[in-house]
């Protein structure tokens, strides 16, 4: 991961759109089925603007610019998944006009894809 990436991220972080914010305080401090997200996370080459590791799900928020940028979100997207994330894309007005919506479709799939088990301590060993 590189410098620079690292750097955008922790810009995205102190410049977060109202939607993000929004999102971000139902996401932060495990409110969501107890599990652990971070925001604007470098993943690869990308940022992913939410993740959650222990389900491997990324959560995208869309604005206009996206409407031009399909090919990039699709590029980006099977990136994701080759990777093993499960990507969720709202756009900025669903987080402002139906939070509860979009907490309900998270929560839905949270409860669909537990988290991965940790590893078993002495390395699998019988």
């Known amino acids: 991961m590189s410098d620079s990436l ?10 977060q759109t109202e939607a993000e914010k ?5 996401l932060k401090s495990k409110q969501v089925k107890e599990l652990k997200f971070r925001r ?3 993943l690869g080459s990308y940022i992913v603007d939410f993740v959650c590791f222990e389900n491997k799900l ?6 206009s610019q996206h409407i ?3 090919e990039n979100d699709i590029e980006r997207d099977d990136w994701l ?14 987080v402002m006009n139906n939070i509860d ?3 309900a479709v998270i929560f839905n799939f949270c409860s669909n894809h537990p988290p991965l ?7 699998g060993q019988f």
């Open 6 to 15: 690292v750097y955008f991220a922790r810009q995205l972080r102190k410049n």
């Open 22 to 26: 929004k999102l971000w305080k139902y």
């Open 40 to 42: 604007q996370e470098p």
């Open 58 to 63: 990324v959560i995208e928020l869309d604005g």
């Open 68 to 70: 031009e940028d399909k």
């Open 81 to 94: 998944k080759s990777q093993g994330f499960a990507v969720i894309r709202f756009w900025n007005n669903e």
């Open 101 to 103: 919506g979009v907490l």
């Open 117 to 123: 088990a940790p590893p078993i301590k002495g390395g």
